[in-house]
Structure formats: structure tokens, C-alpha cells
């Protein structure tokens, strides 16, 4: 039986040290052979970036899943006619990867929806690549990554949604713990930062975080900031933080900077 041409190109640590020593590994996976050269010499050129591994049909993108322990996966939306469908599973099957969507123009309706099911980034084929390898350091670090356009139509998706009648996921209780991981992620800190306040690790953090996302139905900090503003999480929920933390007032400050913030940026952490 043939095998499924999958190709790879084995990585070295950079020299002195690198920074934490790694390359971000990018697998993409595209139905066009001269995007994936254009990626390849885009990214030859960076320090910090590789690109492992390549795919051109959706079954050599599954076949790679379970080949390659990748940072970053590169997938282009027309690999599949159920792009969303699809990411939802490639970060089941490939966990710890990070996922930026290629589509061929901007959609609006296709950027919610791969947002939703988990996607970290979407972008036109026709970004400038300055703008890719930011992405993609960005993503890699774990932030989300949205351009101007992106950014708006998260934003109105949630007035929309802020229109609506309250529907029940807006009465999930969060318990004390989760309350003052929330506040803290509206304040616009890290894991790190939230390890520290809480008096945990930043696994457990994580671990929080998930849950929360779970509960309230969001797929990231970007939409679990922007849901807490609407559904005013944060004020409803009684927080007792070992530290000293900004008044109710202040958190809607900081949820607002940090949403304009986004919003002017293009890019969220």
C-alpha cells in the first residue's frame, strides 16, 4: 500500500542558545504547492520559525496529526468543504497545536465559526508576510490573532448577541475560584501573572481556564473577555482575590480598554 506523501524537514536549535532554545514548527497544509514554497522562504528567513512539515489533501493534513508535534499548523479553509468541522477535529486528534485558518477572501460568517470551534488566528490569503510572521509568533505564544476587519466582526457579533434576550447560558455561576481567574483575565494578565495571584501553577491555571470556556460557551480569552462585558460577569460575581484588585468600576475600565485595545491592534493576547 503506498504510503501518504507527508513531507518533513528535520530541525536544529538555533545557535547560542536561540532565545528558549526552539523553533516555532509550522506544518502547512495547502492545496496550492507554490504557497507552500512562498511560506517555506518566508519563514527561512526567520530565526525562530521552521516549517517540519507539509500537506496538500485533508487526509495527508490527518496523516501529519499523527506525525509531527507541531506549534503551529498552517490549514488552508478550501482543504475542506467544512472547514470549522475540521479544525474542531485537527485540535482534537493534535493536541497543544495551534491553529491559523487560511481562507482564500475575508467571510464573516466562516471567521465566527472557526473562532468558535477553536481556530487561533484567520487570515487572507493575500496578508503581507510581515503580518504572517507576526501571527504566527503571536499564536505561538498563545495569544489569538485577529486583523482589523476580524476584530470587528467579533465585536459585533457580541452587540448582537448583547441585544438578545437573556438566554440561560448568561446565568452559569462560576465558583470563587474560576471569579477571580475571570477578573484577572479582564484585567489583561497572564497565566503566569494569575498563578501568582491565585497561589497556584499556571497548569492549574489552565485547567481553570478551559472549564470556564466550557461552561460559558467561548473559545478563548478574546471572547471571554468581550462575553463577560456584556453578560457582566465579573460584577455579578463575588471576588475575594488574596491581593487587593481594582474596584467593579475598574473592571469595566479594564474590559473596555482591553477590547479597544483589540480593536485598534488587530491582535489580541
Same mark, same amino acid.
Given at each position: 500500500?503506498?504510503?501518504?506523501?507527508?513531507?518533513?524537514?528535520?530541525?536544529?536549535?538555533?545557535?547560542?542558545?536561540?532565545?528558549?532554545?526552539?523553533?516555532?514548527?509550522?506544518?502547512?497544509?495547502?492545496?496550492?504547492?507554490?504557497?507552500?514554497?512562498?511560506?517555506?522562504?518566508?519563514?527561512?528567513?526567520?530565526?525562530?520559525?521552521?516549517?517540519?512539515?507539509?500537506?496538500?489533501?485533508?487526509?495527508?493534513?490527518?496523516?501529519?496529526?499523527?506525525?509531527?508535534?507541531?506549534?503551529?499548523?498552517?490549514?488552508?479553509?478550501?482543504?475542506?468543504?467544512?472547514?470549522?468541522?475540521?479544525?474542531?477535529?485537527?485540535?482534537?486528534?493534535?493536541?497543544?497545536?495551534?491553529?491559523?485558518?487560511?481562507?482564500?477572501?475575508?467571510?464573516?460568517? +466562516?471567521? #465566527?465559526? =472557526?473562532?468558535?470551534?477553536?481556530?487561533?488566528? *484567520?487570515?487572507?490569503?493575500? !496578508?503581507? $508576510?510581515?503580518?504572517?510572521?507576526?501571527?504566527?509568533?503571536?499564536?505561538?505564544?498563545?495569544?489569538?490573532?485577529?486583523?482589523?476587519?476580524?476584530?470587528?466582526?467579533?465585536?459585533?457579533?457580541?452587540?448582537?448577541?448583547?441585544?438578545?434576550?437573556?438566554?440561560?447560558?448568561?446565568?452559569?455561576?462560576?465558583?470563587?475560584?474560576?471569579?477571580?481567574?475571570?477578573?484577572?483575565?479582564?484585567?489583561?494578565?497572564?497565566?503566569?501573572?494569575?498563578?501568582?495571584?491565585?497561589?497556584?501553577?499556571?497548569?492549574?491555571?489552565?485547567?481553570?481556564?478551559?472549564?470556564?470556556?466550557?461552561?460559558?460557551?467561548?473559545?478563548?480569552? +478574546?471572547? #471571554?473577555? =468581550?462575553?463577560?462585558?456584556?453578560?457582566?460577569? *465579573?460584577?455579578?460575581?463575588? !471576588?475575594? $482575590?488574596?491581593?487587593?484588585?481594582?474596584?467593579?468600576?475598574?473592571?469595566?475600565?479594564?474590559?473596555?480598554?482591553?477590547?479597544?485595545?483589540?480593536?485598534?491592534?488587530?491582535?489580541?493576547?
Amino acid at each position: 500500500m503506498a504510503s501518504i506523501p507527508v513531507s518533513m524537514e528535520m530541525v536544529e536549535r538555533p545557535p547560542d542558545g536561540g532565545g528558549d532554545g526552539q523553533f516555532i514548527r509550522v506544518v502547512v497544509a495547502d492545496t496550492q504547492a507554490i504557497f507552500r514554497a512562498g511560506l517555506r522562504k518566508i519563514f527561512a528567513v526567520e530565526d525562530d520559525i521552521r516549517v517540519v512539515g507539509q500537506a496538500e489533501t485533508l487526509t495527508q493534513t490527518l496523516a501529519a496529526s499523527k506525525r509531527f508535534s507541531a506549534d503551529i499548523l498552517i490549514l488552508e479553509a478550501a482543504l475542506t468543504p467544512n472547514p470549522a468541522d475540521v479544525a474542531s477535529e485537527l485540535l482534537r486528534q493534535w493536541p497543544g497545536v495551534r491553529l491559523i485558518v487560511v481562507t482564500s477572501e475575508p467571510e464573516q460568517e +466562516l471567521t #465566527l465559526e =472557526l473562532f468558535r470551534r477553536g481556530a487561533h488566528a *484567520v487570515v487572507s490569503r493575500e !496578508v503581507e $508576510p510581515d503580518s504572517l510572521v507576526d501571527c504566527v509568533r503571536k499564536v505561538s505564544k498563545g495569544s489569538s490573532w485577529l486583523d482589523a476587519q476580524a476584530t470587528q466582526w467579533v465585536l459585533e457579533a457580541y452587540r448582537t448577541q448583547g441585544t438578545r434576550p437573556p438566554s440561560t447560558r448568561s446565568k452559569v455561576q462560576l465558583t470563587p475560584k474560576e471569579a477571580m481567574i475571570v477578573t484577572c483575565v479582564t484585567q489583561g494578565m497572564k497565566n503566569k501573572e494569575i498563578a501568582v495571584r491565585v497561589g497556584t501553577t499556571e497548569q492549574v491555571v489552565k485547567n481553570y481556564l478551559r472549564k470556564v470556556y466550557d461552561k460559558l460557551g467561548v473559545a478563548d480569552r +478574546l471572547e #471571554l473577555a =468581550l462575553y463577560c462585558l456584556n453578560n457582566r460577569v *465579573v460584577e455579578r460575581t463575588a !471576588v475575594n $482575590p488574596p491581593v487587593p484588585a481594582p474596584s467593579s468600576s475598574g473592571n469595566g475600565s479594564a474590559l473596555a480598554a482591553s477590547v479597544g485595545s483589540a480593536q485598534n491592534s488587530g491582535k489580541v493576547s
